[in-house]
Every structure is written in structure tokens, then in C-alpha cells.
């Protein structure tokens, strides 16, 4: 079983929708709780982090963490065809932050 | 926020030959360099962490002796693929930690390499 499991998607959506990307993972010892963005051939940029359980936000993006659920999401309002792009949650331990566990990204197409 | 370079941005090499893949942290100094590999539709997998004036650090399954760190400053960590093969296609991309305003310490990632191997 794989630490972080994130569904592959490609999720394709009209403009100004509400998209809702998630993961789930196995380690209860993860606390802090990243969304990367990664465009084509590109590298990863960071969107959003949370440490331990909770809500943020910032802007058009929110991102939850449930950690009695061992779940995470990450929800775009008003989407943009410049959000398309695929997403990365990432989640590391206290004891060893710089050690990201990856899912495997949610391809997103939001079409104009 | 801090920037993360690589150098080359592609290569194509025929089987058998040694690659050497450069991470830069431009505006800021990493003591800690971390490598990933990427397959097509798949994750991220951490390769190695890379320390300055020490040994790297290899994940469980990573040939050391196949895939060569060297973090000789404080801005510079490379990779070397050694005999490379087919197999050993993939986007190979690097990070860099440095501390936001708080006790955060945020990863900084390179534009990644994409290496084939013919």
C-alpha cells in the first residue's frame, strides 16, 4: 500500500467550477500537509501547506486536513483555464520535515 | 520566493554513457539538496538527500554507486547518472529547503532535467 494515495484523475471542468482534489494516506505520524502545483515538464511550486489538522486559505484556494480521517483536500473556486495543471499533495513527519511522501498528482483540465 | 536551477533542462545520451545533472540554489545557500525522480503519470519519488561536505543520504532501492551525489558548496549539489540505460529515463528534478517567515521551512524545486537514454 502506498503512503499517499491521490486519484490520477484527468478531472476536466468548465470554467468557474468548484474543483475539489483529494488525498488520503496511511501514516498518522504525517503533520505537515502540502499542494503543489506542477505544470508540463516543469517543477513543482508550492500552493498551500497546513500543519497538523485544519482549514486555510488563500484566495480562490482552501485547503483542509482531516487527520482523524487521515484526508486531505484541496478546493479551487471560480477555476481558471490557467489552473489547469496537475496537483500534488505531499506530507512529511514532524521528526523529518524535509521528507516529502508524494501522491501521484490529480491532472486538471478546466475548460474555457 | 528562492529559485532552484538545473542544468541541462534535457539530455539525450546513448546507453552506456555518464550524465551529470546540476541543482543551483541561486539566491539563497542549502546545505540539505534533495533528488527526485518522476515517471511518466506517477509520483514523485525521493532518490536521495544531499548534504554539503558529507555523504548522501539514499532512499531504500536507490544504487548509490549507480546514481552519484555530490554537494561540494553550499548553492551546488549534482547528479550523476553512472552507465546510464534505458531504463533509466525519467525526469529527475531537485529541491532546496529555506525557512519562510516562520518555523516553516518551505522546498524550493528546480525546473527538473528530462534524461533520455537511447
Known amino acids: 500500500q502506498k503512503e499517499v494515495e491521490q486519484d490520477p484523475g484527468p478531472l476536466s471542468v468548465p470554467e468557474g467550477a468548484i474543483v475539489s482534489l483529494n488525498c488520503t494516506y496511511s501514516n498518522s505520524a504525517f503533520q505537515y500537509f502540502m499542494w503543489y502545483r506542477q505544470y508540463s515538464r516543469k517543477g513543482p511550486e508550492l500552493l498551500m501547506y497546513t500543519y497538523s489538522s485544519g482549514n486555510k486559505e488563500d484566495g480562490r484556494f482552501t485547503a483542509q486536513v482531516d487527520k482523524s480521517s487521515k484526508y486531505i483536500s484541496l478546493f479551487i473556486r471560480d477555476s481558471q483555464p490557467s489552473d489547469s495543471a496537475t496537483y500534488l499533495c505531499?506530507?512529511?513527519?514532524?521528526?523529518?520535515?524535509?521528507?516529502?511522501?508524494f501522491g501521484s498528482g490529480t491532472k486538471l483540465n478546466v475548460k474555457p | 520566493g528562492a529559485v532552484v536551477s538545473q542544468h541541462p533542462s534535457r539530455v539525450i545520451c546513448k546507453s552506456g554513457t555518464s550524465v551529470k545533472i546540476e541543482c543551483r540554489s541561486l539566491d539563497f545557500q542549502a546545505t540539505t539538496m534533495f533528488w527526485y525522480r518522476q515517471f511518466p503519470k506517477q509520483s514523485l519519488m525521493l532518490m536521495a538527500t544531499?548534504?554539503?561536505?558529507?555523504?548522501?543520504?539514499?532512499e531504500q532501492g536507490v544504487e548509490k554507486d549507480k546514481f552519484l551525489i555530490n554537494h561540494a558548496s553550499l548553492t551546488l549539489s549534482t547528479l550523476t547518472v553512472t552507465s546510464a540505460h534505458p531504463e533509466d529515463s525519467s525526469f529527475y528534478i531537485c529541491?532546496?529547503?529555506?525557512?519562510?517567515?516562520?518555523?516553516?521551512?518551505?522546498?524550493?524545486f528546480g525546473p527538473g532535467t528530462r534524461l533520455t537514454v537511447l
Open positions: 529541491s532546496a529547503p529555506q525557512r519562510s517567515g516562520n518555523s516553516y521551512n518551505e522546498q524550493f
Open positions: 505531499a506530507m512529511s513527519h514532524e521528526y523529518n520535515f524535509n521528507k516529502f511522501y
Open positions: 544531499s548534504n554539503e561536505g558529507s555523504k548522501a543520504t539514499y
